[in-house]
């Protein structure tokens, strides 16, 4: 199976010789694998900004490459990590592993969802009895399922059960369309598809459409709880809660290895198709033992909780594979994650561990119903999607006397790479790299920047996916060697944390310089009135200028904006509270207030709406 996973990132993927074997790739990765890891362990051996408290034991990492050359060779990373954890072995199935590491803790609880809880030794039995009906079904190994699941109890019943079996699940966001799902469907020839009863209506519009492109005739269509007074389902569809009774659980693991593929993640983008982007079984495992355990000390009597759904690399890490790896307690929630529904859970289930989205932990802040420090029990926090800006995460750790660990993560790395510490936070920054991965910022010819300037951050680390899926050319344009190139701009400080300066192509050229969006949006939301910015560039008379859309706090939206004049003194009032902090140039032009700023799912903002509708003022 391995093999067959390896012919593929040749392939797919790989420049120069196709015709080179499966055991020379192999060769290649191990010797390249052992050089990295042995670089990374001298490296860290050195800095000084390793905590030996927080050290774990040394061992050769398993990083995952194509072998491909470096168009740049890599300089040496501006800021060493820690020595890897003990890498998984060889032969290594991630489901079969965490029912292993789980045994001795059947009746304690794994999950709670909005309607039961589920034991550790239930959702393993559930789990291999789903992994059976796969088989049964027909579904081979490294075939695809797609999962379009809201969060709750099932989803990883469904998860951990198709990677039992060496099948690979495709999970995917479940507020999309059916032209996204019929687009993913066959891109993916999933073979069967499974959808909870709230998004079965689209689901099935989608694979009709499918069918009718000739892209989804062998799938099956699954629904899990379906909803009571719905229409009839289409004909032939299954149950998934009796598909899953009538098995007995399987009694044998797929025989897969670490670098067989495991699942599948869309990457979420604001142009162009969704990339489908592949992950291996030992990729889930450094997740865990990186940052999981290294940052965040996950410990089996935490119970955790995260907005972000599952469908995400950041919530799929945060509610399965992190507490699953230490029996621990995760609570999921299928609705969508506004104020009022956390702090719900957060004061019922009293987690202590979070995990949230800035324009989420801003909101919370803002809200009328904000619960007081005692009636919540959180002793840390996680924050990822955008940056978080310095005055949220102050005013948050003042309030409930916890701090959020800002950091960055990615669909291609599969979860965060670069983060702040608990007991080292310094907020509006990213923090540091996550012990296992190194950093660097380069300029546009591909050299390193020195500290202080902008570059665009590369990483490196054992987490890298194998490529994207029948896409050479963007494989080839992410995917460097050992190095990824994440599309984000950042600065080093001196102090060694980074700090995010938007997106690559987000930047924008203001009277011959550059002006990084979200640092204006970090200074706006520092004001007393606003709750969100975005910034955007405009065309205005040929030159490009820089226009903010401003959410306000609900006081003073309506103190500031019941009068014209009200309007336009907070329009100045604004400009000047930036002008006052950032160079000149980089104030903006122009303020839009809105209602509220269009986002993704994961709550990243959709900068490209806001040009659509921008209008100029005459």
């Known amino acids: ?265 869309y990457s979420s983008g604001s142009t162009g198709k969704p990339k489908g982007t592949v992950h291996t079984h030992a990729n889930l495992y450094w997740t865990v033992e990186t940052y999981a355990k290294s940052v965040l000390g996950i410990r089996e009597s935490d119970v955790v909780f995260s907005a972000a759904k599952l469908f995400f690399a950041y919530g799929l890490g945060n509610a399965l594979s992190f507490p699953l790896s230490v029996g621990a307690t995760t609570v999921l929630m299928a609705e969508r994650p506004t104020a009022s529904a956390v702090f719900t859970r957060l004061v019922k289930h009293r987690p202590t561990i979070f995990y949230g989205v800035p324009t989420l932990y801003a909101s919370m802040m803002a809200s009328p119903n904000l619960p007081a420090r005692a009636e919540l029990a959180l002793r840390i926090c996680a924050s990822a999607g955008e940056a978080l800006p310095r005055e949220t995460g102050e005013r948050f750790s003042r309030h409930f006397g916890s701090d959020i660990l800002d950091g960055i993560g990615s669909t291609e790395m599969l979860h965060i790479f670069l983060s702040n510490r608990p007991g080292e936070v310094e907020y509006g920054t990213t923090g540091r790299p996550v012990p296992g991965y190194e950093i660097e910022l380069r300029d546009e010819s591909g050299r390193p920047v020195p500290d202080g300037e902008m570059g665009e951050l590369y990483i490196r680390g054992p987490s890298a996916a194998l490529m994207y899926w029948s896409n050479r050319e963007k494989s080839r344009a992410t995917f460097l060697g050992e190095w990824v190139k994440s599309g984000d701009k950042y600065r080093r400080l001196p102090s060694g944390c980074y700090v995010y300066a938007g997106r690559s192509d987000d930047m924008l050229k203001v009277s011959g310089q550059y002006v990084s969006p979200i640092e204006v949006e970090m200074v706006l939301v520092q004001h007393e009135a606003v709750l969100e910015a975005a910034v955007i560039g405009v065309d205005q008379d040929g030159l490009v200028k820089t226009c903010a859309f401003v959410v306000l706090k609900q006081e003073a939206n309506a103190q500031a904006l019941a009068t014209q004049d009200g309007h336009a003194a907070l329009v100045d009032t604004l400009k000047a509270f930036v002008k006052a902090r950032l160079a000149p140039h980089k104030y903006p032009r122009d303020i839009v207030f809105v209602d509220d ?22």
Not at 47 to 72: C, F, Y
Not at 195 to 219: H, T
Not at 603 to 609: A, D, H, L, S
């Open 1 to 265: 199976m391995a093999n067959d996973v390896l012919r593929d990132v040749v392939h797919n993927v790989l420049p120069g010789n196709p015709n080179r074997t499966a055991q020379q790739l192999h060769g290649d990765r191990r010797s390249t694998a052992q050089r990295a890891c042995k670089a990374i362990s001298r490296k860290a051996a050195r800095s000084r900004q390793i905590e030996t408290d927080r050290s774990t034991p040394s061992g050769d990492s398993i990083v995952d490459t194509q072998a491909a050359s470096l168009a740049v060779a890599p300089a040496a990373p501006q800021i060493s990590s820690a020595p890897a954890p003990v890498p998984p072995p060889a032969q290594l199935n991630f489901a079969a592993h965490l029912f292993a590491l789980n045994a001795a803790r059947s009746a304690k609880p794994a999950y709670i969802d909005d309607t039961r809880t589920l034991a550790y030794g239930e959702l393993e039995t559930r789990a291999r009895q789903f992994s059976a009906a796969l088989r049964e079904l027909g579904v081979h190994a490294e075939e695809r399922i797609l999962l379009v699941i809201l969060d709750s109890i099932e989803l990883p019943v469904v998860f951990l059960g198709a990677l039992h079996a060496g099948v690979v699940p495709v999970i995917v966001n479940t507020q999309l369309t059916a032209a996204d799902y019929a687009y993913m469907l066959a891109h993916s020839r999933a073979r069967l598809v499974i959808a909870s009863g709230a998004v079965l209506p689209v689901v099935s519009a989608a694979l009709a459409q499918a069918n009718s492109q000739g892209d989804g005739e062998d799938c099956a269509l699954v629904v899990s709880q379906p909803l009571a007074g719905a229409p009839a389902c289409p004909r032939g569809t299954i149950v998934l809660h009796e598909l899953i009774e009538r098995a007995q659980p399987a009694a044998h693991a797929a025989r897969t290895s670490g670098d067989d593929i495991a699942l599948w993640l």
């Open 597 to 618: 700023l269009p986002k993704t799912a994961t709550g990243k903002i959709q900068r490209f709406r806001l040009r659509e509708q921008y209008r100029p003022r005459s």
